[in-house]
Each structure stands twice: as C-alpha cells, then as structure tokens.
C-alpha cells in the first residue's frame, strides 16, 4: 500500500514538497454526469434556458475551475496549465449529459484534482442553470478515466 504522504510527523495537513520532482508532460482525463428530467434536456439542447446557453457557460466554467483548483482544494499545489478542455455528450435515450474534462501541464505534479475539479464545477454550473425548472437533477459518477505521466506512471480506469 502506497504511503499517505499530506501528512506532518505530528499527523497534522502538510502541502507535499514537489521541488526535487523533474518537470514532465503530464497529462488526466476525468469524467461525471448529470441526470435530469426529459423536458429540462430538451430545453438545454434547444437553448432555451432563460440564463443562457447553459453547455456555454458549463464550459467555460469548468476551465476557469481547473485554473483554481489550487485555490479550492487545500492540500492541491498551483499548477501551470497548459491546456484545458471540455467535452459534452448528450445522451437523450437515458436523459444526461455526460461531461469530459482533458488537463495537461508540463511540471512537477499531476492534473487529476484539476480535471475531477473542471467536470464537478462544469456539473454545478448546469444545475444551477436549470434548477429553476428542474431540481431533481442528479450529479453522479465523477471519476478519473486516464492520466499520463509522473512518478506514479500511466493510469486509465479499467471498467
């Protein structure tokens, strides 16, 4: 079992040190859903939501998301994206949209918070758009699909 390594010698939080880590192409997938009623769906694939276009602004949102994931997450470092980008798919026969967020970095440590960030806000972003009309929408199944690089080496979900 791999050590917990964001913790002191007095079991207090402790940011890890990157420093001596080399600078490499890095690179993490991450992926989630939101669920929601038939007609809301239709509405947002229309674009006829009164706040706007609501995968726009999700997009948008998500990216601005994993530029700040440092800023949310207490124990993430800041980390120099140099890519940020997020796909939809929308799935009419069960009623979601799927999300997709790719991060990249050249650097010292890994984007997984960044994409799991970028998925879960852009989620955020389109329920607080629609939850005028629809508030028994479902934000579920984030996870990481994949990420490329570091110490630790390549990963991508086995399902």
Same mark, same amino acid.
């Given at each position: 079992?791999?050590?917990?390594?964001?913790? $002191?010698?007095?079991?207090?939080?402790?940011?890890?040190?990157?420093?001596?880590?080399?600078?490499?192409?890095?690179?993490?997938?991450?992926?989630?859903?939101?669920?929601? #009623?038939?007609?809301?769906?239709?509405?947002?694939?229309?674009?006829?939501?009164?706040?706007?276009?609501? !995968?726009?602004?999700?997009?948008?949102?998500?990216?601005?998301?994993?530029?700040?994931?440092?800023? !949310?997450?207490?124990? &993430?470092?800041?980390?120099?994206?140099?890519?940020? $980008?997020?796909?939809? $798919?929308? #799935?009419?026969?069960?009623?979601?949209?799927?999300?997709?967020?790719?991060? +990249?970095?050249?650097?010292?440590?890994?984007?997984?918070?960044?994409?799991?960030?970028?998925?879960?806000?852009?989620? !955020?972003?389109?329920?607080?758009? &629609?939850?005028?009309?629809?508030? +028994?929408?479902?934000? +579920?199944?984030?996870?990481? !699909?994949?990420?490329?690089?570091?110490?630790?080496? #390549?990963?991508?979900?086995?399902?």
């Amino acid at each position: 079992m791999d050590e917990l390594t964001h913790f $002191n010698e007095e079991g207090r939080a402790k940011m890890v040190d990157v420093g001596v880590k080399l600078n490499t192409k890095r690179e993490a997938i991450a992926q989630g859903s939101i669920y929601m #009623d038939t007609k809301t769906l239709n509405r947002v694939i229309n674009k006829d939501i009164q706040k706007g276009d609501v !995968l726009a602004v999700a997009q948008v949102a998500g990216i601005m998301a994993a530029k700040n994931t440092s800023q !949310l997450v207490p124990m &993430c470092h800041h980390i120099n994206i140099t890519g940020a $980008n997020i796909h939809f $798919n929308i #799935d009419e026969q069960n009623s979601k949209i799927d999300i997709k967020a790719i991060i +990249s970095t050249t650097g010292k440590t890994g984007v997984e918070i960044e994409a799991l960030t970028a998925v879960s806000i852009a989620a !955020l972003t389109i329920y607080d758009m &629609c939850k005028v009309i629809d508030k +028994s929408m479902k934000i +579920s199944e984030i996870k990481v !699909l994949k990420k490329v690089g570091g110490k630790s080496g #390549d990963y991508e979900i086995q399902e």
